[in-house]
């Protein structure tokens, strides 16, 4: 039986980097869920006839909210739900399940890596047909129509059982439950050499994968200890938690902090990775020795060779702005093309799209290719075991030739976290103003050569997105400053720092990056206006 109940707009529901992320405190309130899905399937011009793919991290209020969105969209004449048994997929297996299916739309309830639990974040991230996020212009009108809702339609039914894989039905709507593993495995599969990564286990090759109580645990023990026969023990934390056992799932120095114990420790294995909330994000490690992000993609783009789907060739590389230019270097090594683009994963759709590119990544720990259309954390762990499988070398010696070959950009982003809206708007509107009349000015030795906005035109679309600010030194150095779009909590001021050095390659990073840190504080007068002499993370 389908209801049509009366409601009132909320004001908030605009999405951010990647998709709407909220505090559970706030999602919870009365008709959020509905009044952000019913204005999600009236902008998109309704959801009649449609296959949609839905999952989600695992994360509190996961549960609750599938059953809301399987009555709305039963309620609106949607023709089947493919869901991830329980109400779990990670979201690069949604992606896969999109685009295999041919569907319409994906839902991922996720806050990708921010924490969870009751006094954590909620979030749902859209995807279209393509595979990928919808486009802010998408997003945009979806925002619109949730300011001006009136009522939504549900089915008043039951909750639907999500644990037995197949077929059911709700009102006149298919629902079909998978075990999103399965597929995943088989892309997996289909890129990498399960064979040499098996023998690499077989010759004594030892692991650990911290699945950080998300939803990778599952797929990481099939893959790497039951598929590849890496020992058991192997994969940590793969239990998905409601509230991640009060990990914060951030793959970093930081919040991986038992991994990176772990790899510093004497006893470290040969190779340590980590993934976030919604399993897009990956963290790489070697015995005493962490792969920045940066380098992370550069270093898969310069050896795909060894990489069964890609040993043909690739088309070019794309990289967020604020990520470090060490990608750019290798394109033009193997003279493809670099493409530059804003924060977010639905920048690099046009490009792939348009076989543009083939690999991708950001300075967030997010890296990918082609295969579909989101970062994929453990398509980036199988990238490096493949490496070390047919190379036989450790990640430090990886790294080290990688070096040597193309020189190290020194890298760190410095968040400044919890700032007034207000103050951290201003302080970018007039660091915009600013930072053009710096150009020629000299801090030490650090020379900026050009300074101001970040524009992306699309080549693909032809749509112009400003995304963070810029300055550019003689020297190579980067500073690239912008705000989160992804926080629950007034305003992230981030700022993204790299130095460039050709034979240097065993300084700190913190060391590396001082008298820049200082330079870049003191342009955007962060002290001042923020009152915060230090960043409250640095990764
Ligand atoms: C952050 C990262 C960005 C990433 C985004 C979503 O966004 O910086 O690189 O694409 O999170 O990743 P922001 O706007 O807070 O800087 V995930 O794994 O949270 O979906
Ligand atoms: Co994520």
Redesign the pocket.
Known sequence: MIKTVQTTPYTDQKM???GIRKKVTDVVRPNYIENFIQSLFDAIGGVKGQTFVIGGDGRFYNDIAIQKIIKIAAANGMKKLIIGQNGYMS?PASSNVLLKNHADGGLVLSA??NPGGEKGDFGI?YATKSGGQCSSQISDAIYAKSKEISSFKIEDAPDVNLKNIGMQKLGNMEIEIIDPIVDYVEMMQNIFDFEAIKKLFKSGFTMCFDAMNAVTGPYAIRIFEEILGAPKGSVKNFTPKPDFGGLHPDPNLIYAKELVDLMYSDHAPDFGAAN?G?G??NMILGRKFFVTPSDNLALLTDNYKLIPAYKNGIHGVAK?AATSTAVCRVAKALNVDCYEVP???KYFCNLMDSKRITFCG???F?AGSSHIREKDGIWAVLFWLNILAVTGKTVEEVVRDFWKKYGRSYYLRFDFEGIDTTVADKLMADLETKLPTLKGKDFDGYKVSEAGAFIYHDPVDGSSTKNGLIAWFENGARIVY?L????TNGA?L?VYLEVFEKSNFDAEPKKMLERLAEVAFEIAEVKARTGKAKADVIT
């Open positions: 951010g980097t990647a979201t990708s890596h991230k976030d919604d897009d994000r967020s924060t977010g994963w950001e300075e967030s997010g912008r989160s779009g992804t926080g992230t981030r």
